[in-house]
Nanobody, 125 residues
Framework: QVQLVESGGGLVQAGGALRRSCAAS????????MGWFRQAPGKEREFVAA????????YVAASVKGRFTIFRDNAKKAVYLQMNSLKPADTAVYYC??????????????????WGQGTQVTVSS
């Protein structure tokens, strides 16, 4: 069983920046694939970014590429989502998720069995 605790998020003006953090339990954190997803009202859950457990390859959705960065600190068992140049369209509840190393299909939310509690990010125009 893996538990995830998220922090960060909140309200920011368009063009601003926020950093989301997600701390995980588990002895083999360094081998976990970690992902960030978001869900806006009335929309399906959307892939944002992921980082592989082995090798640390990163994957970012086209809608946030060049603005969002995902990185991890295995010593702290944490993954981060740095969000820059935020737009109102980025407004959503953001979730972190974890799975055992799989190596592909990082964008498929149903492949992640463990989820954080989610935190609202609101970008005002």
């Amino acid at each position: 069983q893996v538990q995830l605790v998220e922090s960060g998020g909140g309200l920011v003006q368009a063009g601003g920046a926020l950093r989301r953090s997600c701390a995980a339990s588990g002895r083999t954190f360094s081998s976990y694939d970690m992902g960030w997803f978001r869900q806006a009202p009335g929309k399906e859950r959307e892939f944002v970014a992921a980082i592989g457990g082995i090798g640390g390859s990163t994957y970012v959705a086209a809608s946030v590429k060049g603005r969002f960065t995902i990185f991890r600190d295995n010593a702290k068992k944490a993954v981060y989502l740095q969000m820059n140049s935020l737009k109102p369209a980025d407004t959503a509840v953001y979730y972190c998720a974890v799975r055992a190393y799989y190596g592909s299909h990082y964008e498929l939310h149903y492949t992640y069995p463990y989820w954080g509690q989610g935190t609202q990010v609101t970008v005002s125009s």
